[in-house]
């Protein structure tokens, strides 16, 4: 069985100040971060026993990857024949030359998604970093949430990076019709997709594939259908995903974050992203200037 998880570990910190993100400039101690390990070192040896072929995102609650424990855990699983993805959700901060690890990286099975946030990264650093990935190559994409403020930042990136890489620009919801029609035409010119991330869908009562071969599990081994629905479903170390695999119907109202609603049958997202889901990399991706 082939099965995408999202791990979210009991992390809660983040290197950066957004002023937007409730993890902004938040650190944990050692004994939290001992506990984080521990629960991914647990995940990792699941996997690595596991009769199932395995596609992974790690979806922290901040950055992760300044903790050496993920690093580790990333150049571990891509070298596991039980992982045929490994992805994480990094805002790039992350140490290019730590323990060597990125030269230890599986390039067949290691990806990024890299979020850049022009107020706390330099344009000149994030280039930096996502050229250690093109010069490894290993895929990535990257994006920024788009406030009004970024127009002239996100332009300029896009201009920089190469055509294959693709700039995906998150919708900032929380201001009903923040964007203007201009606006949205002008972003669409940098991300062909971006009208897919301006909505909220209705979802309750639509099929998704989370549940079904898409599953949420958290440090403890909880298993739940995705984030956003707090049902438990098991735990790894007591129950098989066969087990528990259902094609179910949403018990939410809406959903609206990238990682929930492209798993809804009704959207066909599946079909663009292909085996680009966890990484956020369009099938075939070539930016049409």
Same mark, same amino acid.
């Given at each position: ?45 699941? %996997? ?7 596609? #992974?995102?790690?979806? @922290? ?24 993805? %490994?992805? %994480? ?37 994030? *280039? ?9 190559? #290993? ?9 009004? *403020? &970024? ?14 890489? &693709? ?24 991300? @062909? ?7 909220? &869908? ?11 071969? %898409? ?7 909880? +298993? ?11 735990? +790894? ?23 929930? &609603? +492209? ?17 956020? +990399? @369009? ?7």
């Amino acid at each position: 069985m082939d099965i995408s998880i999202l791990y979210r570990g009991s992390l809660k910190s983040c290197n950066f100040n957004c002023p937007y993100c409730p993890f902004a400039g938040k650190k944990m101690n050692r004994q939290c971060l001992e506990k984080d390990q521990a629960g991914l070192a647990r995940f990792i040896d699941f %996997v690595a026993d596991s009769r199932h072929h395995f596609h #992974i995102l790690f979806t @922290p609650y901040g950055e992760a990857m300044v903790h050496g424990h993920y690093r580790e855990a990333m150049v571990t699983l891509s070298r596991l024949t039980q992982v045929k993805k %490994v992805a %994480v959700q990094t805002n790039a901060s992350f140490s290019l030359t730590a323990d060597h690890w990125l030269d230890r990286l599986n390039p067949d099975t290691a990806a990024f998604w890299l979020s850049w946030h022009p107020e706390q990264m330099s344009r000149s650093r994030f *280039e930096k970093q996502y050229q250690a990935l093109l010069n490894k190559k #290993i895929a990535f994409s990257c994006g920024v949430v788009e406030l009004k *403020e &970024y127009f002239h930042d996100i332009s300029q990136l896009r201009k920089k990076l190469p055509r294959s890489v &693709y700039l995906w620009i998150n919708a900032y919801k929380r201001t009903p019709d923040y964007y203007s029609k201009q606006d949205i035409e002008q972003l669409i010119r940098i991300d @062909p997709y971006f009208e897919n991330n301006l909505f909220y &869908y209705p979802s309750k009562g639509r099929f998704c594939r989370t549940g079904q071969n %898409v599953f949420s599990v958290n440090e403890t081994g909880q +298993i739940r259908r995705c984030h956003f629905v707090n049902q438990i479903l098991g735990n +790894i170390s007591s129950i098989d995903f066969g087990q528990i695999s259902r094609a179910t119907a949403c018990p939410n109202e809406t959903c609206h974050c990238h990682i929930g &609603y +492209i798993y809804l049958r009704k959207l066909h997202q599946q079909k663009l992203y292909g085996s680009g889901m966890l990484e956020r +990399i @369009p099938e075939g991706f070539i930016y049409q200037q």
